[in-house]
């Protein structure tokens, strides 16, 4: 009589560990791993370096004053400390005094933004998905702001803004009534640099969403109207629902690249920007490169910036994930 006794099978190989894994790939696909190389130097050298470097001084007290600098044929020496997280600690207990003020106009500018980036775009894609002449050009023309390098349209407006010899005010002029000091006052500069941003940003939002609305099939929209479909009810039941993917990843980029959006407000309102109208990255610029340069600050910025940017876009892709899951 025989007793069957469990466990008792060949044992399993041993995992390879992560450099054997690695070394193995390598072997299999040399190949793609030369043609990525220079790419991942180039990425190391721009983002990887300047990054590490941030995240270090953050921690120091490195300004203008300690900082190693030459000075004719004399060399001086850094002279700045590591002080920890004292940086973190007096920007986010408020300390500082200047953080969550710019944190809330930065979250108001940013999703007012993306709000009339998204809505306006998706309005001008659904005028230019219709069969309509001259659709070409006005494709052509609505992308044009978008074909401007940021920095020259942001100048044109800045002279259309001006209060002496901009446009707005000379037409205003007409009617009778006063010039404006657009780039001068707090709520009038942010009005301003709302205007100019969605202006730079419809375009993109257009053109995705544009390329979203093509990749529909047809033939859901024809099912939807020969069931009697409203066309509220087909742009709310397959319209949205068909833009879903793409509008998913347009929001996200909309609201990383507005969040940084620095030369916007920075060239458009210049050295008159109030304390009330600039973004998070534009004060960053400031502790940095003007005044008395405090390069701890700007890093412990650039870096809870970053953070910031990295809890939304996670939290944003779960709750998107959990969406998906719940239909």
């Known amino acids: 009589m025989t007793t069957a006794v ?29 043609m990525v190389l220079p790419v991942v130097v180039v990425l ?31 060399h001086i020496p850094a002279t700045y400390e590591f002080v920890g997280l004292d940086n973190y600690w007096k920007v986010l207990s408020g300390q500082e005094g200047h953080f969550y003020g710019r944190l809330a106009w930065t979250v108001v500018w940013t999703g007012s933004c993306v709000f009339f980036h998204y809505t306006i775009g998706l309005g001008l894609a659904l005028l230019l998905n219709r069969r309509m002449r001259f659709r070409g050009l006005y494709r052509v023309l ?7 390098p940021a920095f020259v349209a942001t100048f044109s407006w800045r002279l259309m803004f001006n209060e ?74 397959v319209t949205l629902p068909g833009l879903r993917p793409v509008s998913r990843t347009v929001i996200l980029l909309g609201v990383i690249w507005t969040f940084n959006m620095f030369q916007v407000i920075y060239l458009l309102i210049g050295q008159g920007a ?14 940095a490169f003007q005044g008395v340069r405090d390069y701890a600050g700007s890093a412990t910025y650039g870096i809870l910036i970053l953070s910031l940017l990295l809890v ?14 719940a239909r």
């Not at 466990?7 to 030369?34: I, K, M, N, Q, V």
């Not at 033939?219 to 109207?225: S, T």
């Not at 944003?316 to 969406?323: A, E, G, I, P």
């Open 6 to 34: 469990s466990g008792t099978g060949p044992p399993r190989p041993a995992r390879p560990g992560p450099f054997r894994r690695l070394r193995r790939s390598f072997d299999a696909y040399w190949y793609a791993w030369a």
């Open 142 to 148: 609505l992308i044009l702001p978008w074909a401007v």
């Open 164 to 237: 002496k010899y901009g446009v707005l005010n000379a037409v205003l002029d007409r009617f009778g009534v006063g010039a404006v000091d657009w780039l001068g006052d707090g709520p009038l500069q942010k009005m301003s640099a709302v205007a100019v941003n969605v202006w730079l940003g419809v375009p993109f939002m257009m053109v995705a969403i544009l390329g979203g609305l093509q990749a529909i099939p047809s033939e859901l929209h024809e099912a939807a109207e020969m069931d009697g479909a409203t066309p509220w009810q087909r742009f709310r039941h």
């Open 312 to 325: 939304f876009a996670v939290f944003y892709r779960r709750l998107l994930t959990r969406q998906e899951a």
């Open 274 to 287: 109030s304390s009330e109208s600039e973004i998070l990255v534009t004060y960053s610029y400031r502790l």
């Open 44 to 74: 190391a050298v721009l983002v990887g370096y300047p990054l590490g470097r941030g995240i270090f001084l953050s921690f120091t007290d490195a300004n203008e004053a300690n900082v190693a600098r030459t000075i004719g044929v004399n």
